[in-house]
């Protein structure tokens, strides 16, 4: 055997492992080439127009009802407490009074703060309300509901938060019908009055 020979047959297989390599390479870039244009194909794929009613209103679908957990509130609510009202109530026949005891739940600690800077007017329009009650008045579950309605109403009014008065609403309805803006609804800070002691005499 010739010493050509035998440099061509040791040559010849650092050849084949070359092959096998560029292979490889270009098998790998293929293979990213063709998932990046399916990614941008999905990505770039517009989107279908919205299914829309007769109104031209776009028609949602009712998903899949999903059980879910209620919402858990991060913390209890807020009750600000106020301190008691002893108040002579409106009866003519006798004398009479209440010794009311009132909790406002508000949905923010800071506002709870910011109504004990208004609490001399807070209390004020709280006793204007409950010198104009009778005792017939307040004895009913209805009346110490539209009690609990009016505090609220007046426990928020400092801030210059108005109310709709519900009496107002059906006589405002009664009115000639004439086309009126809608108001956006008002965020009323307190949720509820809730009353501690409820004594009358």
Same mark, same amino acid.
Request: glycine share 6%; hydrophobic share 45%.
């Given at each position: 055997?010739?010493?050509? %020979? $035998? ?17 490889? *390479?270009?098998? &790998?870039?293929?293979?990213?080439? &063709? ?13 279908? /127009?919205?299914? !829309? ?18 919402? /858990? ?6 009750? !600000?407490?106020?301190?008691? +009202? ?11 009074? $209440?010794?009311?005891?009132?909790? &406002? ?9 910011? &109504?004990?800077?208004?609490?001399? $007017? ?16 307040? !004895? ?7 009690? $609990?309605?009016? *505090? ?8 210059? *938060?108005? *109310? /709709?008065?519900? /009496? ?15 108001? %956006? ?9 809730? +009353? ?6």
């Amino acid at each position: 055997m010739s010493a050509a %020979a $035998a440099t061509a047959d040791a040559a010849s297989p650092p050849a084949k492992k070359g092959k096998k390599k560029l292979v490889l *390479i270009l098998g &790998l870039v293929l293979v990213l080439a &063709l998932g990046g244009g399916a990614a941008a194909f999905f990505l770039l794929k517009p989107q279908a /127009e919205p299914e !829309l009613d007769e109104y031209g209103e776009p028609v949602e679908h009712a998903a899949p009802v999903k059980h879910e957990k209620k919402a /858990e509130h991060g913390a209890p609510p807020t009750f !600000l407490p106020l301190d008691p +009202f002893v108040v002579n109530l409106a009866d003519r026949e006798s004398e009479r009074y $209440a010794q009311i005891g009132i909790t &406002l739940q508000v949905d923010d600690p800071k506002v709870a703060e910011e &109504l004990k800077a208004y609490m001399p $007017a807070i209390r004020n329009g709280v006793i204007m309300i409950l010198a104009h009650k009778t005792a017939a008045e307040l !004895l009913s579950r209805e009346g110490k509901e539209q009690l $609990a309605a009016e *505090i609220r109403r007046e426990s928020v009014r400092p801030l210059g *938060i108005e *109310i /709709e008065d519900e /009496e107002d609403a059906p006589a405002a309805e009664a009115a000639p019908k004439k086309r009126k803006k809608r108001k %956006a609804p008002v965020h009323v800070p307190v949720e509820q009055v809730h +009353f501690s002691s409820f004594i009358i005499q």
